[in-house]
T-cell receptor, first 116, second 112 residues
Framework: GAVVSQHPSWVICKSGTSVKIECRSLDFQATTMFWYRQFPKQSLMLMATSNEGSKATYEQGVEKDKFLINHASLTLSTLTVTSAHPEDSSFYIC????????????FGPGTRLTVL | GQQLNQSPQSMFIQEGEDVSMNCTSSSIFNTWLWYKQDPGEGPVLLIALYKAGELTSNGRLTAQFGITRKDSFLNISASIPSDVGIYFCAGPPGGATNKLIFGTGTLLAVQP
């Protein structure tokens, strides 16, 4: 149980284009989903917290107009990187949890974004 | 902000050896989580700790919630090649339950 999927697993795009990444909880309903970014050889950094049906809460330093988050249902959240630039190239990972799971979060397999 | 520092940064061991790593914080945590991340994949939850002093096992893995609530330890006994990966501790900052901060990570390499 507690399986989270992400799509696509990797994407290469041109600078200036937008990229959408999907995160789905496959076998449970996620009241909250989280988006992280991980640069090579570094830890996971939380970008934003997304609650179903409400606006995402962004961490300090994360531009909400650049990283658009939509959590339209209890099983789907999307992250759109708008006007992507090479410095946005990173590993983007989502996670999901329900209230019954305590503080533990279940992570997706990640999406590798490369912006040329 | 709160930070979780892990030690050691990396370990290179022989198959069969036991491994110990720790995670420390300057502030108190009410929950400690240990995750393992394989290259190019998302982290997988290994063990969750919810009470000071708690000792919990998951197969060859054992984790402890430090008495001071500012640290946690993870031990792996009789390591095998598939233990290779990065181990992260994580916890909810400021007592919140809705988000996690992650430690700096410990890279484990196991030589067969």
């Amino acid at each position: 149980g507690a399986v989270v999927s992400q799509h696509p697993s990797w994407v290469i795009c041109k600078s200036g284009t937008s990229v959408k990444i999907e995160c789905r909880s496959l076998d449970f309903q996620a009241t909250t989903m989280f988006w992280y970014r991980q640069f090579p050889k570094q830890s996971l950094m939380l970008m934003a917290t997304s609650n179903e049906g409400s606006k995402a809460t962004y961490e300090q330093g994360v531009e909400k107009d650049k990283f658009l988050i939509n959590h339209a249902s209890l099983t789907l959240s999307t992250l759109t990187v708008t006007s992507a630039h090479p410095e946005d190239s990173s590993f983007y990972i989502c996670s999901a949890r329900t209230h019954s799971q305590g503080a533990g979060q279940y992570f997706g397999p990640g999406t590798r974004l490369t912006v040329l | 902000g709160q930070q979780l520092n892990q030690s050691p940064q990396s370990m290179f061991i022989q198959e069969g050896e036991d491994v110990s790593m720790n995670c420390t914080s300057s502030s108190i945590f009410n929950t400690w989580l240990w995750y393992k991340q394989d290259p190019g994949e998302g982290p997988v939850l290994l063990i969750a700790l919810y009470k000071a002093g708690e000792l919990t096992s998951n197969g060859r893995l054992t984790a402890q919630f430090g008495i001071t609530r500012k640290d946690s330890f993870l031990n792996i006994s009789a390591s095998i090649p598939s233990d290779v990966g990065i181990y992260f501790c994580a916890g909810p900052p400021g007592g919140a339950t809705n988000k996690l901060i992650f430690g700096t990570g410990t890279l484990l390499a196991v030589q067969p």
